[in-house]
């Protein structure tokens, strides 16, 4: 991994310095409507005396989400529905940025690509966004975006999973700036009753093969607990599907506006993770 930690993986230092892990929250932009999907992002980060995450990850939806499990796509395919855009992300970074915490959003690669490498991540970075994860892009087929994410100083979060090689996760993280995403379980994300047997061993490998490299963990935790069970081998966890389901079951009672199932989970998740 570069030297530099990038802005999202001092997110990660900072949580270290504290002896907890980085606590990463995921909501896509977009649902139930793009302005309540913005206020929903805001309030992953706290307010108040309210603890919120140390890092907001915002999902672009997309019209073949290969690793969304039901709950975000659901949520996903409503948004497109609803006529949600790419370029409502930048939006969505703004209202994440006037809090003071730092954000970065999860793409499938043909979004940007169509919007243009280096014009999306320019606007990107303008909007005040640390980088991007990239599930559907490798490193060796992502020259364009190494050099429009270097021009404008932004992070490469790419993917490594349970099945990956040796040469594959080491190739990985040193194309990374910021840390490295390794996916809990092989599939795609939901929410799980318990969390994986994999990850420990796949987080154990990517230090041995690269030891600075800062590792978040998602796709499959879903609990407290299971993010307190994640906490004790990973530099970070990432929580989506538990978060996205509060606003699913706020809309299905007919209030698509009430975030307070969403905050009272994220004050649970982060009081959690500082309490050790």
């Known amino acids: 991994m570069s030297a530099d930690a990038g802005r999202s993986g001092r997110a990660f230092l900072a949580a270290k310095a504290e002896g907890r892990a980085a606590l990463v929250g995921y909501l896509p932009v977009g649902y139930p409507d793009v302005p309540t999907s913005y206020a929903a992002l805001a309030a992953l980060c706290g307010g108040g005396d309210a603890p919120g995450v140390d890092l907001v990850e915002i999902g672009l939806p997309y019209s073949d989400p290969v690793l969304d499990g039901p709950v975000i796509q659901r949520a996903g395919t409503q948004a497109l529905q609803r006529g949600v855009r790419t370029r409502d992300v ?22 940007v690509d169509r919007y243009g490498v280096d014009a999306f991540a320019r606007d990107f970075a303008n ?84 030891p600075d490299t800062l590792v978040g963990v998602g796709l499959g935790v879903s609990t407290a607990e299971q993010a307190r069970e994640t906490a004790a081998y990973a530099d970070g966890v990432i929580v989506g599907s538990a978060l996205v389901r509060t606003l699913l079951e706020a809309e299905d009672a007919g209030r698509p506006g009430d975030l307070s199932g969403l905050r009272a989970l994220v004050a649970d998740l982060a009081r959690d993770d500082r309490a050790g």
């Open 127 to 210: 909007a005040g966004g640390c980088g991007l994860i990239t599930p559907d892009l490798t490193p060796d087929e992502a020259a364009e975006w190494v050099a429009a994410s270097d021009a404008h100083g932004l992070d490469r979060i790419f993917l490594v999973a349970p099945s990956s090689t040796d040469e594959r996760i080491a190739a990985t993280a040193a194309a990374c700036r910021g840390w490295v995403y390794a996916t809990a379980v092989m599939g795609v994300t939901g929410v799980r009753r318990e969390s994986s047997s994999a990850a420990p061993e796949l987080v154990r490998r990517i230090r041995a093969l690269a």
């Open 90 to 111: 930048f939006g969505a970074i703004e209202a994440v940025a006037a809090t003071g915490t730092p954000a970065v959003a999860m793409t499938y690669w043909n979004l």
